[in-house]
């Protein structure tokens, strides 16, 4: 059925490195993804979007890549710092119905100093 | 501005008891959603209200749930009675208006059913 998964549940970094992670749609037919980062007693926040027209977007040490032919989306944290250890999950919506967010099950980043 | 704010952020009861859970969206925002997040199912949605009105409720799992937007500034998911299946944490996020999808989330309220 159409989901939105995550390749890898847990991911671990040292400080100062780079950080990926990965997520997988199904449908063709999304159009608009958004990481979300959740720290632990929380609620998500956002962090960076992105539309299907695009490949590429950059924020502040955050870049998000999509691979529409792959159906493939990853976020890029750059100089990964303890302060962006949490659970960051993908979401997308699918065209027609843009209010309706279906999430990702979150990938946990830990960053070691 | 104070963003989405929720209450209680935690609530234990008992099976059979009704649970009221409580939302104050930011100011402005047009609409309102309510998600559900366990580590078995992840984030789900349960109803989006648009202008105080629900749009889609089709993610509320049972009769068992309802929720209501009495004006723009409050809303509340009720659970009556309330199971052990229904503990988790649930989520509620507004946004500017319909169809703007970038949401601010509440800090949840932690349901713990006995």
């Known amino acids: 059925g159409e989901s939105v998964g995550l390749h890898l549940p847990t991911l671990s970094v040292q400080e100062g490195d780079n950080s990926i992670i990965n997520c997988a749609y199904s449908n063709s037919a999304s159009d608009y993804f958004i990481w979300y980062k959740q720290e632990s007693g929380k609620g998500p926040q956002f962090i960076i979007d992105?539309?299907?027209?695009?490949d590429k977007r950059q924020g502040q040490r955050v870049t998000v890549l999509l691979n529409k032919t792959v159906k493939h989306l990853s976020l890029q944290i750059a100089a990964t710092q303890p302060g962006d250890s949490a659970v960051y999950f993908c979401a997308e919506t699918r065209g027609g119905s843009n209010y309706k967010l279906t999430f990702g099950k979150g990938t946990l980043l830990t960053v070691n100093p | 501005d104070a963003g989405v704010i929720q209450s209680p952020r935690h609530e234990v009861t008992e099976m059979g008891q009704e649970v009221t859970l409580r939302c104050k969206p930011i100011?402005?925002?047009?609409?309102l959603f309510w998600y559900r997040q366990t580590m078995m199912r992840g984030l789900e949605l349960l109803i989006y209200f648009n202008n105080n009105v629900p749009i889609d409720d089709s993610g509320m799992p049972e009769d068992r749930f309802s929720a209501k937007m009495p004006n723009a500034s409050f809303s509340t998911l009720k659970i009556q009675p309330s199971e052990p299946r229904d503990s988790a944490v649930y989520f509620c996020?507004?946004?500017?208006?319909?169809?703007?999808?970038?949401?601010?989330f509440g800090s949840g309220t932690q349901l713990s059913v006995l």
């Open positions: 996020a507004s946004s500017l208006r319909q169809g703007n999808e970038k949401l601010f």
């Open positions: 992105i539309r299907s027209n695009m």
């Open positions: 100011s402005g925002h047009n609409s």
